[in-house]
């Protein structure tokens, strides 16, 4: 989506979802989800935070992220202009199923300046996971897989 205009001293112009629109986006699990965020601040703002939260089809908060994570969850104080945020949740953490992200200006635990909500809308397709033969089950048996180590022995 594109904005041309919003009231406050931050405004989230863009956001791409690997490299396309907004509706539609399918995807295979193993794929990287690649988002892009356009934002335009105004009006420099102290602790400013840009973050991505991704839902999925359940309305259960899967992930969130905020670009202070690159600063060491140290927020920087960014001057007025435009700017382009990368970023990208790896391929293999979400589960098959329907998610959509959420993505926002604010001060952390203070106020929201902008927030597009539920702006991209996507689907993790899957033929070949582990859970793939849970088949629309696997979306409530979990969000995301983990790459947990299992040992199995034999006892006698």
Same mark, same amino acid.
Do not use: C, D, M, Q
């Given at each position: 989506?594109?904005? /041309?205009?919003?009231?406050?001293?931050?405004?989230?112009? /863009?956001?791409?979802?690997?490299?396309?629109?907004?509706? $539609? $986006?399918?995807?295979?699990?193993?794929?990287?989800? $690649?988002? *892009?965020? $356009?934002?335009?601040? /105004? /009006?420099?703002?102290p602790n400013l935070d840009i973050g991505l939260l991704i839902k999925n089809q359940h309305d259960v908060n899967v992930a969130f992220t905020n670009i202070s994570e690159m600063f060491g969850a140290k927020q920087k104080n960014l001057k007025p202009g435009k700017y382009r945020a990368e970023?990208?949740?790896?391929?293999? *953490?979400?589960?098959?199923?329907?998610?959509?992200?959420?993505?926002?200006?604010?001060?952390?635990?203070?106020r929201d300046i902008d927030k597009l909500e539920n702006i991209v809308q996507f689907t993790i397709v899957d033929t070949d996971s582990p859970l793939s033969g849970y088949g629309e089950l696997a979306s409530k048996l979990s969000c995301v897989f983990i790459n947990a180590e299992w040992k199995l022995h034999r006892q006698y």
């Open positions: 989506i594109i904005r /041309k205009s919003a009231v406050g001293e931050v405004i989230i112009t /863009k956001v791409n979802l690997n490299g396309s629109g907004y509706k $539609n $986006n399918s995807l295979h699990y193993k794929k990287a989800l $690649n988002f *892009t965020i $356009n934002f335009y601040i /105004k /009006k420099s703002v970023v990208t949740v790896p391929g293999k *953490t979400l589960v098959p199923g329907i998610y959509y992200a959420t993505v926002s200006a604010h001060v952390r635990g203070y």
